[in-house]
Each structure stands twice: as structure tokens, then as C-alpha cells.
């Protein structure tokens, strides 16, 4: 074995040596160089190939600053946007988990001296929210991807759409019911008087029955005592009235329609309930939409091959034939030709398999027949996102 063999005891100590991260006053950032200790720096300082980097930033040194600047922005944003989305965080643990990484960018080569600094610019810059707190500084990441922009506006629309179907369906249960109440008399309001009396000089008697109030002359106590004497002894012979037809028309009438929006309620609570926040089954044909794998794979379909935690897929690329591990994030589904077969991924009718009959673009909503299950052969609506065609 020789001496400066790869597997010699003393190649191994260094690369043991050198694992892992080092200390950063021993770091030449210009040739992105680790140093083990202070006779290696200083014997690297001296070496020719550092000099003519040297040489090389010296001509132009704010293009490499901003060149280093950028290159650091883009990795922690990149961090930032990856591992916690739109998540507050502290920007300490954010930094931490960046210089975990021994190729990342040293903050000493950049623009800005201190981590405090750093934050500041995102939030002047308007890449991320940021607040000061007693515990520090702390990070939200806004998240201005046009394919993340479109997508909530697609759903904001077929939202609203969703919205004017139900306005539509109430305004027309309310013009049957108003047409049904149309023929029907009003009922009278009682009209309220004043009491007026023409002569000051005379009594009222009150008649304590429930039938009627006599005002009379001054016999007033003699009808007063006995009207009361016969409300004792005699029980009121006077039953409640039953209500009028229209009444009872106009309530059973809006118990139909309490009952309809009942109905509906539950329907869509029910459809909410069987919905899940993720959709990945194996052996369909999905569309990569991330950008961050390069044109290669762009805008190109795969099949899923294996789901792996509900969220995560392993994809084998039609073209090529690349097995690539992605998020359902970074896919969307396919809509195939009207007659192919899809299987339906959420909502009530999720895991069967059906065949695509037409396209509804103002819905944002598919005609599908479903061609398995105990309900076969029912023809159903669904939305674009919630099926995707069959490998």
C-alpha cells in the first residue's frame, strides 16, 4: 500500500479530520477552501493559485461581493420556502439548518455583517414578513410563485362560481314561494285608537269577562260586582281559534324550504368529510410542475410508481425514463381524452375507477361515468384536480 494511498491511515484520519464543519476564520471563501488549522491557512494564503484569485477580485471586487451576496440570498430563501413555507419562524433556526450544509456561503463574504441586518433587508425588500420580538427577530416567507398565484386564483374563481350557483338556487326557491303566497289576501293588522271620552262627567265600568269592556253610566260598582261574580262562577266558554289556512299553508310551506336547505347542508357536509388533503395513488399519470428540476423535466408527464407517506411519490418519467422522488406539491393531475379511463382521487367516489365522458371549462368540473364500484354505470361531476388518467 502506499503512502498517500486513499485507504492509507493517514488519508483516512484527514478525511475524519475534515468531516464535518470547521472553523469559519479558516475558510477562504474566494477559493472556497476549508482549512484544518492555522499553518494550513497560512500556507494556503501564500499558495499561487489564492494569489491569483486575489489578483482576479481585485479588479472587480463588488461583482463578486454581489455574486457571494446572491448566491446566499437565494440558498436561505430557498431554505426558508422548502423546509417551513409560509411558516413564522426564528431566522436563528433557519441560519442553523443553512450552515449546516459545509458548501454553503459565508456570511462574512457578503454585504451584510450580521444576521440582524440580513432580516432587515428581506423585510425592506418585501421577499419575506418580519417582526421583532423579545425572544428576536422572526421570518414568514411570501410565497410569489405564479403557479402558486394561478392556482388560488382558479380556486377563488370556481369559489365565487360555487357562490353564484347557491345565490341562483335560493333567488329561485323565493319566487316560488313568493308566487305561491301571491293570490293569498294579507291579513288585516289591528288599527290601535286613542281613548276618548266626550263627557267628562261620566263613569267607565269595566267589565271584567273575557268577552267584552262595557262603558257605562254612573251603576258602575253594581255591573263591576256582578260581571265578576258570573267570570267566577261560570268558566269561560271561549276556545282559541285555529290558525287560517294561509297560515298554515305559509308554514308548512317554509318547512319545505328549511328542509331543502337542510338537505344541502348535509350533502355538503358529507362531501367534506370524505375529502383528504392528499390525493397520490400508484399507477397514474401526473404533470411535474415545479421548475426547480431544470427544463429536462418540466411541464413532462411520469407515472407514479410508489406513494411514500401519503404526501411523497417515486415518478418514472415518460420520455426518459428517469425515477425521480417528488411532492404532490410539485405534480398536478392529467385529463385525458374524453372516453379514457381515470381514476377519481377525492372526494366521495375516491379509489374508483371511471371513464371521462366531457369537460365542463366553466365549472372547472369533468362528466365522468363511474365504471366500478356498487354504484357502476352513474354518471357523476367532478372537479379537475380531484381525478387524473390511468397509467
Not at 492555522?38 to 501564500?46: A, S, W
Not at 262562577?233 to 294561509?246: D, L, V
Not at 398536478?332 to 371549462?361: C, Q, S, Y
Request: aromatic share 8%; glycine share 6%.
Amino acid at each position: 500500500m502506499g503512502k498517500n494511498d486513499f485507504l492509507s491511515p493517514k488519508a483516512i484520519a484527514n478525511r475524519i479530520k475534515s468531516k464535518g464543519l470547521q472553523k469559519l476564520r479558516w475558510y477562504c471563501q474566494m477559493c472556497q477552501k476549508q482549512c484544518r488549522d492555522e499553518n494550513g491557512f497560512k500556507c494556503h494564503c501564500m499558495s499561487e493559485s489564492h494569489q491569483r484569485q486575489l489578483l482576479l477580485a481585485s479588479e472587480n471586487p463588488r461583482k463578486f461581493m454581489d455574486s457571494f451576496s446572491n448566491e446566499f440570498k437565494s440558498g436561505f430563501l430557498e431554505l426558508l420556502r422548502r423546509r417551513f413555507g409560509t411558516k413564522r419562524v426564528h431566522n436563528n433556526i433557519i441560519y442553523n439548518e443553512y450552515i449546516s450544509d459545509r458548501e454553503h456561503v459565508h456570511m462574512n463574504s457578503t454585504k451584510w455583517e450580521t444576521l440582524t441586518e440580513f432580516t432587515k433587508w428581506l423585510g425592506r425588500e418585501g421577499l419575506c414578513k418580519v417582526d421583532e420580538t423579545p425572544k428576536g427577530w422572526y421570518i414568514e416567507y411570501i410565497d410569489r410563485d405564479p403557479e402558486t398565484i394561478r392556482r388560488q386564483e382558479e380556486l377563488a374563481r370556481k369559489k365565487k362560481h360555487e357562490m353564484d350557483d347557491e345565490e341562483r338556487a335560493a333567488k329561485f326557491i323565493e319566487e316560488q314561494v313568493r308566487r305561491g303566497l301571491g293570490g293569498k289576501e294579507a291579513e288585516e293588522t289591528p288599527v290601535y285608537t286613542e281613548l276618548k271620552r266626550d263627557n267628562e262627567e261620566e263613569k267607565v265600568a269595566f267589565n271584567l269577562s273575557l268577552s267584552s269592556s262595557v262603558a257605562g253610566p254612573s251603576t258602575s260598582s253594581s255591573v263591576l260586582g256582578a260581571s265578576a261574580l258570573k267570570t267566577a262562577a261560570a268558566p269561560s266558554t271561549k276556545r282559541k281559534e285555529p290558525p287560517s289556512s294561509s297560515e298554515s299553508r305559509e308554514r308548512r310551506k317554509k318547512s319545505a324550504l328549511e328542509e331543502i336547505i337542510e338537505m344541502e347542508e348535509k350533502k355538503k357536509k358529507k362531501q367534506e368529510s370524505v375529502r383528504t388533503d392528499y390525493w397520490m395513488q400508484p399507477n397514474i399519470v401526473v404533470k411535474v410542475v415545479t421548475k426547480r428540476l431544470g427544463e429536462k423535466y418540466h411541464k413532462k408527464k411520469g407515472v407514479i410508481m410508489e406513494v411514500q407517506d401519503k404526501y411523497a411519490a417515486v415518478v418514472k418519467m415518460v420520455d426518459s425514463g428517469d425515477k425521480l422522488k417528488l411532492d404532490q406539491n410539485h405534480v398536478e393531475t392529467v385529463i385525458p381524452a374524453p372516453g379514457k379511463r381515470v381514476l377519481i382521487l377525492n372526494g366521495p367516489f375516491r379509489d374508483t375507477e371511471a371513464v371521462l365522458d366531457g369537460i365542463d371549462e366553466k365549472k372547472f368540473c369533468a362528466t365522468l361515468t363511474l365504471d366500478s364500484g356498487h354504484q357502476k354505470g352513474k354518471r357523476v361531476e367532478v372537479a379537475y384536480e380531484d381525478f387524473s388518467k390511468l397509467a
